[in-house]
């Protein structure tokens, strides 16, 4: 098959012609066009949280996980100490980030499968008034759970603490708006929901925090503040920009706008998550997830028990179909993902689930049914 496969996983994503053709081209960093550029996309971006005043919005270089680390260590003091609200892998990843720069980090755990309590969260601030900062994974990708955002917003406002929320993979696809649900920092990465390619992070920071937070980072590279400071004065990032990566960002962030805005994705992968849980019930798959905690982002599905099964193989036919799936994240259970964000719609779910079912046949297994 000469046809890029089908990314059905949580970033890379499958991009559209015209993101990839952006890249097509070489910038000077110190270039006025580049400058511009950088300033679109900031302001942009500010306007899909609905923050442009009170906002500002910090690119930075790398994968995801180096702006949450950025975060991290730009809002949180060495003397800090940091609440994560564990249901999932992100989230023991962010503890252990914060804990390798120094951070003092304390899990507060949470059945995987659920979303993590409000009710519990407020306990717990209430019996340490030492916690400085939440954490907040908004979609635990480990498992597709969609996690209680604005009413942990809401328990740390009341409670006074500072609140960082990873929303990686939710950002663009699920609403967040910064005038109703107050965050210090809010996550995001280029070649997620935006449909981007990777590459670039940025973190939303509420102004009057971020200007407290000189000299809080212990990285040269990871400090927001100082990031923040250089591009208000010179309109530069501060060392090498992914420019190419800036590049297919604007042109994402301008599809994104035609199609209609973060309403409009959602509606396309509500319909994708949809359409491929049907098609996949069809052939005896079971979701790990409860309906109603499901984030349209990526659904876990249960191994099946067939004693053939196996995923490098699995994973192997539906590649040679052109689709490629996602391993699992969990411990207890066996399971993979399948992704349905990106650049697809409901004609690709169903190719997909038609991959699947050749898969399933391919290995001799009769139904995609999980042991009981
Ligand atoms: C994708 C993702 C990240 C970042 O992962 P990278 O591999 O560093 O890009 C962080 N948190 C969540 C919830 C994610 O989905």
């Excluded at 559209?16 to 302001?43: N, P, Y």
């Excluded at 800090?80 to 252990?96: F, I, P, S």
């Excluded at 990686?168 to 708006?177: E, N, T, W, Y």
């Amino acid at each position: 098959m000469d046809r890029d496969p089908i990314l059905l996983t949580p970033g890379p994503l499958t991009t559209t012609l015209r993101t990839k053709l952006a890249m097509l081209r070489d910038w000077g960093s110190w270039d006025t066009g580049f400058i511009e550029l950088t300033a679109r996309v900031r302001e942009r971006l500010l306007a899909i949280v609905g923050a442009p005043d009170t906002h500002t919005v910090v690119p930075l270089q790398g994968s995801g996980t180096f702006s949450v680390e950025a975060a991290v260590a730009t809002l949180v003091p060495r003397t800090g100490h940091v609440l994560v609200l564990d249901n999932g892998a992100y989230c023991k990843r962010a503890a252990r980030l914060a804990t390798l720069m120094g951070r003092r980090a304390t899990l507060l755990p949470f059945p995987e499968d659920q979303p993590v309590s409000p009710v519990a969260l407020d306990a717990a601030l209430s019996a340490d008034p030492g916690i400085t900062h939440v954490m907040l994974i908004h979609c635990e990708t480990g498992t597709g759970v969609l996690n209680p955002l604005a009413e942990v917003a809401r328990v740390c406002e009341r409670q006074g603490r500072g609140l960082i929320v990873d929303a990686m993979s939710s950002f663009a696809a699920l609403p967040i708006d910064a005038r109703e649900i107050r965050f210090d920092a809010l996550i995001a990465a280029s070649g997620k929901c935006l449909e981007g390619v990777p590459g670039m992070g940025f973190v939303f920071l509420r102004k009057a925090v971020l200007a407290q937070c000189a000299g809080h980072s212990q990285s040269l590279a990871m400090d927001l503040h100082d990031q923040w400071q250089y591009l208000e004065k010179t309109g530069q990032w501060r060392f090498t920009p992914p420019t190419h990566v800036v590049a297919a960002l604007a042109e994402a962030i301008a599809q994104f706008d035609e199609e209609g805005g973060q309403p409009a994705r959602l509606a396309r992968y509500d319909d994708n998550c949809r359409t491929l849980i049907a098609g996949m019930r069809a052939l005896g798959f079971q979701p790990f997830l409860d309906a109603r905690w499901q984030a349209p982002v990526i659904v876990t599905f249960h191994a099946p028990a067939h004693p053939v099964y196996d995923f490098r193989r699995f994973y192997e036919a539906a590649r040679a179909q052109g689709f490629i799936l996602y391993p699992g994240k969990l411990t207890e259970v066996e399971t993979f993902r399948v992704g349905c964000i990106g650049a697809i719609g409901a004609n690709e779910m169903r190719q997909a689930v038609a991959a699947v079912a050749r898969a399933l046949d391919v290995m001799g297994i009769d139904s995609g049914a999980p042991a009981r």
